[in-house]
């Protein structure tokens, strides 16, 4: 008779099983492609509550099972201001996921609508990132893990061109330059927002959005129609339609720049020229 595996013994099993090409390896890829964990690192990773963080602490964890690199993990929760609804969501998915947590207070939601007003949110993440550094570096870590997936990526790109008239990525891996000696990874880069979404539903879990207030105000709950990021989300998912290369073929771009075809660039805050090369060239 075949043994019957716990809740999440089978959440875990179908993380290196069902979803074995589209999330373990693509995690495990970006791992060692962007060598983001080193032997000796102390890492947080730190969880929001969402399905992103809860996942990338799962993959983690088996990771850390797995791994011929000794690392260590904390697993970090910060408490901006959340309900207690929200709060109480966060915890118990804690425990039905086996990943425990050290949760730390702040009263970020509060303090970001205070200062920026009608627009929060940028300021919320700014802070929101200074206060897991600081408190991962108490506990003796060297990285931050951040939920930041594949998806995101393309997405951001695409946003910074359509709305921000510049061609900018994001980063698998950064060095603080406010916090000495610590760095931030993305261990889903390599990973589809769609892929997560099915191995959340094919575990039937159920993890919290976005917990603000001001997302709940101005959006009415789940419709945020106003957000420039799921206009993208709407425009790569029509494109895909008719040719499903579209999300690779953004992410590969950022990998394969091409310098010399562009007019301008910025390489540590400087800018370049084409012209710089070009009047070079006729001496």
Same mark, same amino acid.
């Given at each position: 008779?075949p043994?019957?595996?716990?809740?999440?013994?089978?959440?875990?099993?179908?993380?290196?099983?069902?979803?074995?090409?589209? &999330?373990?390896?693509?995690?495990?890829?970006?791992?060692?492609?962007?060598?983001?964990?080193?032997?000796?690192?102390?890492?947080?990773?730190?969880?929001?509550?969402?399905?992103?963080?809860?996942l990338l602490?799962?993959?983690?964890?088996?990771?850390?099972?797995?791994?011929?690199?000794?690392?260590?993990?904390?697993?970090?929760?910060?408490?901006?201001?959340?309900?207690?609804?929200?709060?109480?969501?966060?915890?118990?998915? $804690?425990? &039905?996921?086996?990943?425990?947590?050290?949760?730390?207070?702040?009263?970020?939601? $509060? $303090?970001?609508?205070?200062?920026?007003?009608?627009?929060?949110?940028?300021?919320?993440a700014?802070?929101?990132?200074?206060?897991?550094?600081?408190? $991962?570096?108490?506990?003796?870590?060297?990285?931050?893990?951040?939920?930041?997936?594949?998806?995101?990526?393309?997405?951001?790109?695409?946003?910074?061109?359509?709305?921000?008239?510049? &061609?900018?990525?994001?980063?698998?891996?950064?060095?603080?330059?406010?916090f000495?000696?610590?760095?931030?990874?993305?261990?889903?880069?390599?990973v589809?927002?769609?892929?997560?979404?099915?191995?959340?539903?094919h575990?039937?879990?159920?993890?919290?959005?976005?917990?603000?207030?001001?997302?709940?105000?101005?959006?009415?709950?789940?419709?945020?129609?106003?957000?420039?990021?799921?206009?993208v989300?709407?425009?790569?998912?029509?494109?895909?339609?008719?040719?499903?290369?579209?999300?690779?073929?953004?992410?590969?771009?950022?990998?394969?720049?091409?310098?010399?075809?562009l007019a301008?660039?910025?390489?540590?805050?400087?800018?370049?020229?084409?012209?710089?090369?070009?009047?070079?060239?006729?001496?």
């Amino acid at each position: 008779m075949p043994k019957i595996l716990e809740k999440c013994q089978q959440i875990e099993r179908s993380i290196i099983t069902t979803y074995r090409k589209t &999330l373990w390896s693509p995690f495990v890829l970006a791992v060692k492609k962007y060598r983001l964990i080193e032997k000796g690192d102390k890492i947080a990773v730190c969880i929001s509550g969402g399905k992103d963080s809860m996942l990338l602490a799962k993959l983690m964890q088996e990771l850390q099972k797995h791994s011929e690199t000794p690392f260590e993990l904390v697993f970090l929760v910060m408490n901006p201001g959340y309900n207690e609804i929200n709060l109480k969501k966060i915890e118990e998915n $804690a425990a &039905l996921l086996q990943v425990p947590i050290t949760v730390f207070e702040s009263d970020i939601f $509060a $303090a970001s609508e205070a200062a920026a007003g009608d627009n929060p949110c940028y300021l919320c993440a700014r802070m929101r990132r200074g206060h897991l550094y600081a408190k $991962a570096k108490e506990l003796g870590c060297n990285k931050i893990a951040l939920g930041h997936h594949k998806s995101d990526v393309i997405e951001t790109t695409v946003m910074g061109m359509l709305y921000g008239g510049q &061609l900018q990525g994001m980063l698998p891996r950064i060095k603080s330059t406010n916090f000495e000696g610590m760095e931030l990874i993305r261990p889903l880069y390599c990973v589809l927002e769609n892929d997560i979404l099915r191995w959340k539903e094919h575990n039937g879990l159920d993890f919290i959005a976005c917990a603000c207030k001001f997302t709940q105000k101005t959006t009415g709950g789940d419709d945020d129609s106003f957000s420039a990021r799921k206009r993208v989300k709407a425009l790569i998912a029509a494109l895909k339609e008719e040719n499903p290369n579209v999300e690779n073929n953004i992410f590969q771009s950022i990998h394969n720049v091409q310098l010399d075809t562009l007019a301008e660039y910025k390489t540590d805050g400087k800018k370049h020229s084409f012209l710089d090369k070009f009047e070079k060239a006729d001496i």
